[in-house]
């Protein structure tokens, strides 16, 4: 019965009617977590890539820490889904048995895709010389570690290091569409679910795509200051303003996309109009208007489109920076909050709605949704102090 | 050949006008009415099922509910059901109230005052078993498919209990069954049907509100309730291919 008990409160307050089934949340905010840490891979990711495919130098000092950052949350992207099956243990079935009809089915192979071929391979070509030096400098089990993230290569070769460099390049631009896909293809999760009105539209892969550029950028600006801050190291002001520059001219992009969704849904004004209009107004006003619209788009926009006429001291802008970040990062979580959840609140006998709360589908979903959110940091300060991307020789094009 | 004719006669009208019917006879000759809506069964033989609902006999009893909760082991918390009742009623001011205390199983009490009733009407929920189904179409794994006598199906001891199903299905049919943490559905008690058994919501039914049977025999009593009355599906503009079938439905009825 205690088991129940979160369940009959629910029941005992419901608006209109509701299909029974429906009474039960059955996503949760471990499901939140999913696509908001894949989209932190996928746009940290394409933060690397503005540097080195598109040449823009004043990213450089983010170059290795977007990637150290990706491959710490992908480690993890696939943990708050598995920690939400109903049988957690038959997870591998996905992957020896995929319904290929099924959207959810491909996700395995997208993620081993792109963690193996896209995100490793490109790290280790990167570190590759960087580690065959430190594998000589250090003694003992950390000498072993590092021989073998070498994989035992220890040519040190310019020549070698120009191949690196090459394969590396290469990688990164197989890596743009993979990104792409990767976070296209959980929008197409939501997006191809013709029961929900709320979640059924062409858009939400694109929707999803850029959304995840921005919150990933917005980490990576957090976590470069953060270093920084831990490190008592200067931040560097260009490259800020640069990565600044970039989260303003995407938001705007992800901002109209989601505007012409939202305009396009009330002026076509379908049957689900009037019980989403409740929604939107109602169960979601904190969470949509309030947190993602005014704190997550707006006040970035506002600020950032600010500095890009007049610029205030450093300090001013530097600090500014750290609350955009966060904002936007605060910003995209109520943005997938809106979708999962949303999506869940009004039945689809569009008569009613049910609420949420944390507990309703067994106690821990919250804590354990922190806990994903958690592991990517020490992740990548575990990745920071074994790679530091402080310490590596400098690129092979300034030797010659 | 581009001299518009300035003189157009009754003749002329009568020729264009029987073309057209003509026209029309032959096209729809070409394709001849289906009494199954929205759907079509498969190649094949043996039996394909449908299922039939006539709402003017339903009297809301539930004991199809009670019957499939105690048949299936149904979770008996009122969030888990496998099939249910609902009470619409229409007020005289046009409104609409639905209610489905413990899917009907704990009857019903009618809270609007008699004067102000237009009509209502139950309307028992089951599985549509669809045709074109997106809750197996979505299934990661397959544990959910359609067994070749045309129903949804699931697998428990290979479902991962995602609940991609759950939230695919657009009747809200299915549940996480809280004890096996898997996918729980109607599957029509196929347990009893391979038995040569009728369903248990069938049997139980007082009024024989309830009918199902085979859509590929045209002399079986359910494609004769679907030929003889005004039937229509659930959602039809989802294109589901739902196989539920109710007899005189109000729209307001999603």
């Known amino acids: 019965m205690e088991k129940f008990e979160s369940l009959y409160h629910a029941l005992a307050n419901l608006d209109g009617y509701i299909f029974p089934n429906e009474i039960v949340l059955n996503w949760d905010v471990l499901i939140v977590m999913y696509p908001y840490i894949t989209g932190l891979v996928a746009g940290a990711f394409i933060l690397a890539s503005l540097n080195r495919v598109f040449n823009i130098e004043a990213l450089k000092p983010t170059y290795v820490i977007s990637l150290l950052t990706a491959l710490s949350f992908m480690l993890v992207a696939t943990m708050p889904l598995i920690t939400h099956l109903g049988q957690p243990f038959r997870f591998y079935e996905m992957l020896i048995t995929p319904h290929l009809t099924s959207a959810m089915a491909i996700f395995g192979f997208v993620y081993l895709w792109y963690l193996m071929v896209v995100l490793l391979l490109e790290i280790w070509f990167d570190y590759r010389y960087d580690m065959v030096i430190w594998s000589k400098e250090k003694k003992g089990f950390m000498r072993f570690i590092y021989k073998a993230l070498t994989l035992w290569i220890s040519d040190t070769s310019v020549a070698s290091r120009k191949t690196d460099d090459k394969l590396g390049y290469f990688i990164t631009v197989v890596g743009i569409p993979s990104a792409f896909l990767l976070h296209g293809y959980v929008g197409f999760i939501f997006g191809s679910i013709k029961a929900n009105p709320w979640w059924s539209t062409v858009m939400m892969p694109v929707?999803?795509?850029?959304?995840?550029?921005?919150?990933?950028?917005?980490?990576?600006?957090?976590?470069?200051?953060?270093?920084?801050?831990?490190?008592?190291?200067?931040?560097?002001?260009?490259?800020?303003?640069?990565?600044?520059?970039?989260?303003?001219?995407?938001?705007?992009?992800?901002?109209?996309?989601?505007?012409?969704?939202?305009?396009?849904?009330?002026?076509e004004a379908d049957e689900s109009f009037d019980i989403l209009k409740i929604l939107v107004r109602g169960k979601l006003f904190f969470t949509f208007f309030i947190m993602q619209i005014g704190v997550g788009t707006l006040f970035p926009l506002a600020t950032i489109g600010f500095f890009q006429f007049y610029k205030p001291k450093e300090h001013i802008r530097k600090i500014m920076y750290l609350i955009v970040s966060i904002c936007v990062l605060v910003g995209i979580f109520y943005m997938r909050w809106n979708v999962v959840i949303g999506g869940q609140l009004f039945s689809k006998s569009f008569l009613g709605f049910t609420s949420y709360k944390a507990d309703l589908a067994g106690g821990g979903s919250a804590l354990l949704a922190l806990l994903w959110f958690i592991v990517p940091f020490l992740i990548l300060a575990f990745l920071l102090w074994l790679l530091p991307p402080w310490k590596k020789a400098p690129h092979v094009e300034h030797i010659e | 050949m581009g001299i518009k004719k300035e003189n157009v006669t009754r003749r002329d009208f009568l020729v264009k006008s029987g073309t057209i019917a003509g026209g029309v006879f032959f096209a729809s000759l070409l394709s001849p009415f289906k009494g199954v809506y929205a759907t079509k069964e498969p190649e094949g033989d043996g039996v394909w099922y449908g299922i039939g609902i006539d709402i003017e006999k339903c009297i809301g009893c539930a004991s199809c509910a009670r019957a499939c909760k105690n048949e299936n082991d149904v979770p008996k918390e009122p969030f888990f059901f496998r099939n249910w009742v609902e009470q619409y009623t229409i007020t005289n001011n046009e409104e609409i109230k639905v209610i489905s205390p413990n899917g009907g199983i704990d009857g019903f009490t009618q809270t609007v005052p008699e004067k102000d009733i237009y009509k209502t009407f139950f309307v028992p929920k089951m599985c549509n078993h669809c045709e074109k189904s997106?809750?197996?179409?979505?299934?990661?794994?397959?544990?959910?498919?359609?067994?070749?006598?045309?129903?949804?199906?699931?697998?428990?001891?290979?479902?991962?209990?995602?609940?991609?199903?759950?939230?695919?299905?657009?009747?809200?049919?299915?549940?996480?069954?809280?004890?096996?943490?898997?996918?729980?559905?109607?599957?029509?008690?196929?347990?009893?049907?391979?038995?040569?058994?009728?369903?248990?919501?069938?049997?139980?039914?007082?009024?024989?509100?309830?009918?199902?049977?085979?859509?590929?025999?045209?002399?079986?009593?359910?494609?004769?309730?679907?030929?003889?009355?005004?039937?229509?599906?659930?959602?039809?503009?989802?294109?589901?291919?739902?196989?539920?079938?109710?007899?005189?439905?109000?729209?307001?009825?999603?």
């Open chain 1, 207 to 267: 929707i999803f795509l850029f959304s995840a550029m921005v919150s990933g950028i917005a980490l990576v600006m957090f976590i470069y200051m953060m270093i920084n801050f831990i490190r008592k190291q200067k931040n560097d002001i260009l490259c800020l303003d640069t990565i600044a520059k970039f989260l303003f001219y995407i938001l705007i992009v992800d901002f109209a996309l989601e505007s012409l969704d939202q305009i396009h849904r009330i002026y």
């Open chain 2, 134 to 254: 997106p809750c197996t179409q979505v299934c990661p794994v397959g544990a959910s498919f359609e067994s070749p006598e045309g129903l949804a199906l699931v697998d428990q001891n290979y479902c991962i209990g995602c609940g991609y199903c759950v939230q695919a299905c657009p009747y809200g049919c299915r549940y996480i069954h809280p004890d096996k943490g898997v996918v729980d559905k109607c599957t029509l008690c196929y347990h009893r049907l391979t038995k040569g058994l009728d369903p248990a919501c069938m049997l139980a039914c007082p009024t024989r509100a309830r009918i199902y049977g085979n859509l590929r025999d045209k002399d079986s009593e359910i494609s004769k309730f679907i030929r003889d009355n005004n039937c229509v599906v659930l959602k039809p503009q989802l294109n589901t291919g739902a196989k539920l079938y109710y007899n005189s439905l109000n729209q307001e009825v999603r």
